[in-house]
């Protein structure tokens, strides 16, 4: 069986255990040219899964870049029912980075960043109903991250000048995100 029909079949099975589905993209992002899209499953009456994926291929010239993948699986709570006003949700996250040249960040400007960043954390967040099949939701997440690197001069063909282990705790990321519903 071809992994695409597991995916279809496994899409339609938690999609009979739900009453709803949606995608969405967080609007934030998009203006820092982060391209984003996430989907969402309500797995029951106050429950909800939902994956995001970001990416960020982009490079500006003389080597000034910040590019990036980003992976976060969340389960969700809903105080009122899903989709409706104020969650809570634990996640996982995975990056994959690598960063060069990015004043104002004083330590970034003279070196170049490639590395993996794996973590988890909470977020909160409340959504706003729209219309039929749309809601705007707004939401803050903080958490732990854990940064494996390697750090080399600023230009392209620089070597590696050490590689090192950095861990992160605080927040991460803020959403103002558009969510359709397929209803």
């Known amino acids: 069986m071809s992994l695409m029909a597991i995916l279809v079949q496994t899409f339609l099975l938690l999609e009979a255990q739900a009453q709803e589905a949606a995608i969405k993209t967080n609007a934030l992002y998009l203006l820092t040219g982060t391209m984003n899209i996430g989907g969402e499953l309500a797995t029951g009456e106050q429950t909800s899964l939902s994956l995001q994926v970001q990416y960020h291929p982009w490079e500006w010239g003389n080597n000034k870049k910040m590019k990036h993948i980003w992976v976060q699986p969340e389960y969700r709570y809903w105080w009122k029912g899903v989709f409706t006003g104020s969650f809570m949700g634990i996640h996982l996250n995975w990056a994959n980075y690598n960063i060069a040249k990015m004043p104002p960040i004083t330590t970034l400007k ?25 809601n705007l ?16 001069g600023p230009e392209k063909n620089d070597p590696m000048e050490k590689e090192s282990y950095s861990n992160y705790i605080g927040p991460y990321q803020v959403g103002v995100t558009l969510t359709y519903f397929l209803r």
């Open 110 to 134: 003279n070196h170049r960043y490639q590395g993996n960043a794996i973590g988890c954390g909470l977020t909160y967040g409340y959504q706003w109903l729209l219309g039929t099949y749309w």
């Open 137 to 152: 939701e707004t939401s803050v997440s903080a958490g732990y991250l854990h940064l494996h690197y390697k750090r080399y």
